[in-house]
């Protein structure tokens, strides 16, 4: 098949390349001219414009959007005039699954189909395939199925034993549901993640500082003293356990695969300095729990986590200081 991708970042340009190995046609667009040349080089077709990329592309077209979500809708704004009846949008980015109701039905009184694309891989995907959450019209998913079986992982035929001839999950993609279906998955299975990582995390420094009791206590009014220090005399190493753990754990996950090297080219992760963003679906998945009713205890700890990583707790945390020293005189210790 042939498909236009509008955005050459760390996910489209691999999406591109493993889309050619498969053999589909791609037609590439960047506002960065030289994303669009470096793909070219590995046999995209370049459109140094989106007008150009619609001409390239043959009707009824197929064109994918990976950019950030907050620029999908003024990426559709000038995409979209240059469309035709039957041509089919796919946004494989990370928005918020109420603008793709939105545009579904926008763009619907124009002919067009939108399909809402949950995607899960990274910069790994180029070689491990893409985990594929999928929304929008069961005709025009079913359209784009050797598209999304590419971009899947590849996978063995004893990993498919059991599962039904009709069955796309089992080969790493899904058609979840109506629009918006497939970013509300992804948005659900981000806010996993984040729990995940979150565990691994707070696990692990637990075991960085179980030699504490090996350390001189301070002793004093303001310092919770160590009953046992005897207790907490372990020197761990990291990266062994994380990598003992991979191997027939049942916390072993391919986030410990790419946690343990990490710790083993540098024990103490001095080059990262432990700000963690978040791009939304965190949040966005805590507003689905609250609306339904539904309790969603370690994804809220794990999303608030995050807000603390960026200095977001300093003021409420000079609150209690200035609290504990009104009610009983005590001093911040250094």
């Known amino acids: 098949m042939q498909i236009g991708m509008i955005g050459l970042g760390r996910m489209g340009a691999n999406m591109s390349r493993r889309l050619m190995r498969g053999g589909h046609e791609v037609v590439a667009h960047d506002r960065s001219a030289e994303a669009v040349a470096a793909l070219a080089?590995?046999?995209?077709?370049a459109a140094p414009s989106l007008a150009e990329l619609v001409t390239h592309c043959r009707a009824p077209r197929v064109i994918c959007l990976m950019v950030p979500a907050g620029v999908v809708g003024s990426a559709l704004a000038s995409l979209v005039p240059l469309l035709s009846a039957n041509d089919i949008v796919i946004d494989g980015g990370n928005s918020h699954y109420h603008d793709d109701i939105e545009r579904a039905r926008s763009l619907w009184s124009s002919g067009i189909h939108y399909i809402d694309m949950g995607t899960s891989g990274g910069v790994w995907g180029l070689e491990r395939g893409y985990c594929l959450m999928i929304g929008g019209e069961r005709e025009p998913v079913q359209r784009l199925d050797p598209i999304f079986r590419t971009l899947a992982p590849n996978v063995t035929t004893v990993e498919l034993q059991g599962a039904s001839n009709q069955a796309t999950a089992p080969l790493g993609y899904l058609h979840c549901g109506p629009a918006g279906a497939g970013h509300f998955v992804k948005m659900i299975h981000n806010g996993i993640e984040y729990g995940l990582m979150a565990a691994y995390a707070e696990g692990l420094n637990i075991l960085r500082h179980a030699n504490v009791g090996a350390s001189t206590a301070e002793h004093d009014a303001e310092t919770t003293p160590l009953r046992e220090p005897r207790h907490y005399q372990y020197d761990f190493k990291l990266d062994e356990i994380a990598e003992v753990?991979?191997?027939g754990s049942v916390i072993g996950s391919w986030l410990l695969d790419l946690t343990a090297p990490a710790l083993a080219a540098d024990p103490t992760l001095e080059k990262f300095g432990g700000r963690v963003s978040d791009s939304g679906e965190g949040r966005w998945a805590l507003q689905a729990a609250n609306d339904e009713g539904v309790p969603a205890q370690m994804l809220a700890s794990a999303l608030f986590q995050?807000?603390?990583s960026r200095d977001q707790a300093v003021f409420q945390n000079k609150v209690l200081s200035?609290?504990?020293?009104?009610?009983?005189?005590?001093?911040?210790?250094k």
């Not at 080089?41 to 077709?45: L, M, R």
């Open 41 to 45: 080089k590995d046999g995209t077709v």
């Open 322 to 333: 200035a609290m504990r020293f009104a009610f009983g005189g005590h001093q911040e210790q």
């Open 306 to 308: 995050r807000f603390s």
């Open 245 to 247: 753990w991979r191997h």
